[in-house]
C-alpha cells in the first residue's frame, strides 16, 4: 500500500535557525507531493507541491522543498524559522494516475519554535 | 472568496446515534473529498466526489458510513451506530476540477466525540 513517512514527530528550534523535516513515500511510480500546514487553531493550508518538471520546489513564507527520486524523498526546508512557523507540517502524496487523487498524509510533524 | 465550510465545528453524541456532518465546499469547485484525522495522525482518506458522484468510496471504515452530494454542492457525511472508535475530527476538501497535482483546499471540520 502506498505510505508516506514522517519520522521526527516534534521538533523544536530557536528563532533563526535553519528547518529540515523528512518525508519519505512509497509510491513505486510517478507521484505528485505536497506539504501542507496547520497553524494553531487554524485548518490545512498548502505550502507548496510538486508535480513535475524541476524538483526543488519554493512555496510560502519562505519554504522550500526537493523531490529527490531516488530516495524516495520530499524534505522540506526554511533557512532560518520565525516564531510564527510554529505549526504542524503534513506531508502528503497522491498518484497521479489514479482517477481520485486522494491524498495520503504522514503522520505530521509539530515545529515549536522559541523566541 | 469564501472558504470550506464544515457544520457543526463539534459534535457530541451517544453510542449508537446516528449523526450528519456537513460540508460546504468553494463554490465552482466539482471535486470534493472526506478524510478523517484521529488523534496523533494524518488525515486519512474517506471518499471522493467527482460532482453528484462518489466516484471513489475505498477509504469508508464498513458500510455505517455513507455519503451524499445530490446537487454536486454541498455534501453530507452521515455515520449509523456511532462507535467510541469514530471520534476524531473529519475534514472536508474541495478542488476545482478533481486533476492531477491540483491543491485541495480544506475546511477547519468537525470534530466528533462518541461518548
Known amino acids: 500500500a502506498q505510505s508516506v513517512s514522517q519520522h521526527n514527530h516534534h521538533v523544536i528550534l530557536s528563532e533563526a535557525a535553519s528547518l529540515e523535516l523528512g518525508c519519505n513515500y512509497s509510491?513505486?511510480?510517478?507521484?505528485?507531493l505536497f506539504w501542507y500546514v496547520q497553524y494553531p487553531g487554524q485548518h490545512l493550508q498548502l505550502l507548496l507541491k510538486?508535480?513535475?518538471?524541476?524538483?526543488l520546489v519554493k512555496g510560502i513564507k519562505g519554504f522550500e522543498a526537493e523531490f529527490i527520486k531516488s530516495k524516495f524523498s520530499f524534505n522540506l526546508r526554511k533557512p532560518s524559522v520565525q516564531w510564527s512557523d510554529t505549526a504542524e507540517y503534513f506531508c502528503?502524496?497522491?498518484?497521479?494516475?489514479?482517477?481520485?487523487?486522494?491524498?495520503?498524509f504522514g503522520k505530521g510533524t509539530k515545529l515549536s519554535v522559541i523566541p | 472568496g469564501a472558504g470550506v465550510s464544515q457544520t457543526p465545528s463539534n459534535k457530541v453524541t451517544e453510542k449508537g446515534k446516528y449523526v450528519e456532518l456537513r460540508c460546504d465546499p468553494i463554490?465552482?469547485?466539482?471535486?470534493l473529498y472526506w478524510y478523517r484525522q484521529s488523534l496523533g495522525q494524518g488525515p486519512e482518506f474517506l471518499i471522493y466526489?467527482?460532482?453528484?458522484?462518489?466516484?471513489?468510496d475505498s477509504g469508508l471504515p464498513n458500510d455505517r458510513f455513507f455519503a451524499v452530494r445530490p446537487e454536486g454542492s454541498v455534501s453530507t457525511l452521515k455515520i449509523q451506530r456511532t462507535e467510541r472508535g469514530d471520534s476524531a475530527v473529519y475534514l472536508c476538501?474541495?478542488?476545482?476540477?478533481?486533476?492531477?497535482?491540483?491543491?485541495?483546499?480544506f475546511g477547519p471540520g468537525t470534530r466528533l466525540l462518541v461518548l
Open positions: 509510491y513505486g511510480g510517478t507521484v505528485n
Open positions: 510538486y508535480f513535475s518538471g524541476d524538483p
Open positions: 476538501a474541495s478542488s476545482l476540477e478533481g486533476s492531477s497535482g491540483e491543491t485541495q483546499y
Open positions: 463554490s465552482g469547485h466539482t471535486a
Open positions: 466526489f467527482q460532482g453528484t458522484s462518489a466516484a471513489d
Open positions: 502528503a502524496a497522491s498518484d497521479p494516475t489514479a482517477g481520485s487523487y486522494q491524498l495520503t
